[in-house]
């Protein structure tokens, strides 16, 4: 087992593991903005590392919150694990706050489950809405580095229409 100075596991042998422990594996918090065009841009990533979930059960919770700008441009964001896409949210979201939690269990080394519920409100409170929800069977080989990244894509060449404000990764250890 590697373990960094938070006493946060970063890799382990598979099948080797007898700790218990979890904890926030990743927290970026700093704004990232799309550019002025309609390209697909990765605005936080994190590479997770190889064996990270290695028990059967182990579970991962993936935070990603975005804004989006107060304009009628048709705006998508999506969070990727690895190749797999966990579910992705669409329209012209005016002026909204969208909050993303995934939760993603190994079922064995190359197949997990993960579920995925988005809700967004207005920028600075209102009603919060539950707008997608999904259930997805992603088949990433845990025992490499797999990347999770969090996407926005402008439907107009508009700067910063739509802004990541975070992604957070956690271990939950079975």
Same mark, same amino acid.
């Given at each position: @087992?590697?373990?960094?100075?938070?006493?946060?596991?970063? /890799? =382990?042998?598979? %099948?080797?593991? +007898? *700790?218990?422990?979890?904890?926030?594996?990743?927290?970026?918090?700093?704004?990232?903005?799309?550019?002025?065009? !309609?390209?697909?841009? /990765?605005?936080?990533?994190?590479? $997770?590392? =190889?064996?990270? $979930?290695?028990?059967?059960?182990?579970?991962?919770?993936?935070?990603?919150?975005?804004?989006?700008?107060?304009?009628?441009? +048709?705006?998508?964001?999506?969070?990727? #694990?690895?190749?797999?896409?966990?579910? *992705?949210?669409?329209? =012209?979201?005016?002026?909204?706050?969208?909050? $993303?939690? !995934?939760?993603?269990? &190994?079922?064995? =080394?190359?197949?997990? &489950? /993960?579920?995925?519920? #988005? #809700?967004? *409100?207005?920028? %600075?409170?209102?009603?919060?809405?539950?707008?997608?929800?999904?259930?997805?069977? *992603?088949?990433?080989?845990?025992? +490499?580095? @797999?990347?999770?990244?969090?996407?926005?894509?402008? %439907?107009?060449?508009?700067?910063?229409?739509?802004?990541?404000?975070?992604? @957070?990764?956690?271990?939950?250890? &079975?």
């Amino acid at each position: @087992i590697t373990v960094n100075a938070q006493g946060q596991i970063t /890799a =382990a042998a598979d %099948g080797s593991s +007898t *700790s218990t422990s979890g904890g926030v594996l990743n927290s970026q918090i700093s704004d990232s903005g799309t550019a002025a065009d !309609t390209a697909i841009t /990765a605005l936080h990533t994190f590479l $997770m590392p =190889a064996n990270t $979930m290695i028990t059967n059960g182990d579970m991962l919770k993936i935070y990603a919150c975005y804004t989006t700008a107060a304009n009628g441009n +048709t705006k998508t964001m999506y969070v990727n #694990f690895g190749s797999q896409s966990l579910g *992705s949210i669409g329209s =012209a979201l005016n002026n909204q706050t969208i909050y $993303m939690e !995934t939760v993603l269990s &190994r079922i064995d =080394a190359n197949n997990q &489950r /993960a579920t995925t519920t #988005f #809700f967004y *409100s207005t920028t %600075g409170g209102g009603a919060v809405t539950a707008e997608y929800y999904d259930v997805d069977l *992603s088949t990433e080989n845990l025992t +490499t580095d @797999i990347n999770i990244i969090a996407y926005g894509l402008n %439907g107009v060449a508009t700067l910063n229409d739509i802004v990541s404000k975070q992604l @957070i990764v956690e271990l939950i250890k &079975r």
